[in-house]
């Protein structure tokens, strides 16, 4: 069992930055492949990064790569998301999830067998 708690979300102007963490309990950490996703209001949950169990390999989706970094620390035990030039359409509840082992397609949402609870970030314009 994982669980995971999500922090760092806030509000921020257009271009700015933030931080978001995610704090994992549970054993064997550094097995689990860990994302963030996230859901706007009225939309679906979409998926915006990923990174392997070693921290060697991350994935991006195309409207954040360039954007946001993906990172691990698998001596603390958490995943982070570096997110810079926020724009407005970021806005959104950013999830942490995670899946013991290698995924084929780390880009889909019901892959993942644990989620965080979520943390909002509000980008003003």
């Known amino acids: 069992q994982v669980q995971l708690v999500e922090s760092g979300g806030g509000l921020v102007q257009a271009g700015g930055s933030l931080r978001l963490s995610c704090a994992a309990s549970g054993r064997a950490f550094g097995s689990y492949t860990m994302a963030w996703f996230r859901q706007a209001p009225g939309k679906e949950r979409e998926f915006v990064a990923s990174?392997?169990?070693?921290?060697?390999?991350?994935y991006y989706a195309d409207s954040v790569k360039g954007r946001f970094t993906i990172s691990r620390d698998n001596v603390k035990n958490t995943v982070h998301l570096q997110m810079n030039s926020l724009e407005p359409e970021d806005t959104a509840v950013y999830y942490c999830?995670?899946?013991?082992?290698?995924?084929?397609?780390?880009?889909?949402?019901?892959?993942?067998?644990?989620r965080g609870q979520g943390t909002q970030v509000t980008v003003s314009s």
């Open positions: 990174i392997t169990g070693d921290g060697y390999s991350t």
């Open positions: 999830a995670a899946r013991f082992g290698v995924m084929a397609d780390p880009s889909r949402t019901l892959s993942y067998n644990y």
